[in-house]
């Protein structure tokens, strides 16, 4: 196999999107991916132009269907389980037992979002049960919606929330943990206040149709809004050495160089901002300082002319 200029770990909205300007740019590139994006459940996705309300699946269709086109540019369906710097790059280890060398990396590969065990979330996750407003806020504005959270951020989220909608109901599942100021912000808004614990979410196919709290209440929701924990999908930035932020992420500028050399990142395991656009510029913006960096190495294309 000819020599790798760009291994890619991740092929969704930020590898493809890196993929696509080096194969523009004639380097080599493999793109390795398992095909775990993180918003597979959503039946619509919203605010990338010319794709608004297509399903994840057809976006990343078309995206790898258009960038696979360029012949510099390959993409296997395996998972990498291990990474190590090496003489001149870097080498991957797949869970099929394939070694991979490329000169440089690029970590495309997202975060994995952890459910609550709460009865029904997982199933409503994506289709009723709604990570973003800016994302899913315009389909049920102005309906009777929830919100799930707590502790100083529940008052800060219950504002944003209520903008699309004026029925709101905040569920803390639990001790609210708000100041007697933050409880006053909230009524002043009217928005109701459940400490009750969740008991379920009572849906039929991820459509989300009421909240039962444990005291046998049911709260009937169109939607309900949560921001829940992630790590990263891998762990191969923390092998390679890369340092984190305080909430998770892997610290990069914002052209993607982590603190290890030749290594880039690009997407939600580094950016706190989730949207597919987002992604797709992080994808781009690597890209073109890891062109930038083979060509200061003196790495240059060896595709034929014309091809
Ligand atoms: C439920 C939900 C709904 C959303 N809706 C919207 C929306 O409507 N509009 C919008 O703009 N944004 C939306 N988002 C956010 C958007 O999906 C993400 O910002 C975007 O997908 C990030 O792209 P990414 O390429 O960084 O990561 P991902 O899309 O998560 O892809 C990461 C890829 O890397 C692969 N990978 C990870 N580790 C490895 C490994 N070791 N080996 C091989 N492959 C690996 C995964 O399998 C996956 O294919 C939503 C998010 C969620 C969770």
Not at 51 to 56: L, Q, W
Not at 58 to 80: F, G, M, N
Not at 220 to 237: E, G, K, N, W, Y
Request: aromatic share 6%; glycine share 10%; net charge negative.
């Amino acid at each position: 196999m000819e020599e790798i200029d760009v291994l890619i770990v991740g092929g969704s909205n930020a590898g493809l999107s890196a993929a696509m300007m080096l194969g523009r740019a004639l380097r080599r590139v493999l793109i390795l991916d398992h095909n775990q994006p993180c918003n597979r459940q959503t039946p619509h996705s919203h605010n990338f132009l010319t794709r608004d309300g297509e399903t994840p699946a057809t976006i990343s269709a078309i995206a790898r269907e258009q960038v696979l086109r360029y012949p510099s540019v390959a993409l296997q369906s395996d998972k990498v389980v291990a990474a190590q710097a090496v003489e001149g790059g870097f080498q991957v280890t797949t869970e099929r037992g394939e070694v991979l060398h490329g000169r440089k990396l690029l970590l495309a590969t997202g975060v994995k979002d952890e459910m609550p065990a709460i009865p029904g979330f997982a199933a409503c996750w994506g289709i009723s049960v709604l990570h973003c407003p800016y994302c899913h806020g315009y389909e049920v504005h102005g309906q009777k919606l929830g919100l799930l959270a707590s502790g100083t951020m529940a008052e800060e989220l219950a504002n944003l929330i209520h903008y699309w909608s004026q029925d709101l109901v905040l569920f803390t599942n639990g001790p609210a943990g708000l100041t007697t100021e933050q409880l006053a912000a909230l009524e002043a808004r009217n928005i109701q206040l459940v400490e009750t614990p969740i008991a379920e979410l009572e849906h039929q196919n991820g459509r989300l149709e009421a909240v039962r709290t444990t005291d046998g209440a049911s709260h009937v929701l169109s939607a309900i809004f949560a921001r829940v924990p992630f790590q990263q999908h891998t762990d191969i930035a923390a092998q390679l050495g890369c340092t984190h932020t305080e909430t998770g992420l892997i610290q990069a500028t914002t052209f993607g160089e982590t603190n290890v050399p030749g290594l880039f990142v690009a997407g939600d395991n580094s950016t706190p901002m989730r949207q597919v656009s987002v992604a797709v510029a992080n994808g781009s913006m690597a890209a073109a300082f890891i062109n930038r960096e083979l060509m200061k190495e003196g790495v240059y294309s060896r595709m034929p002319v014309g091809n």
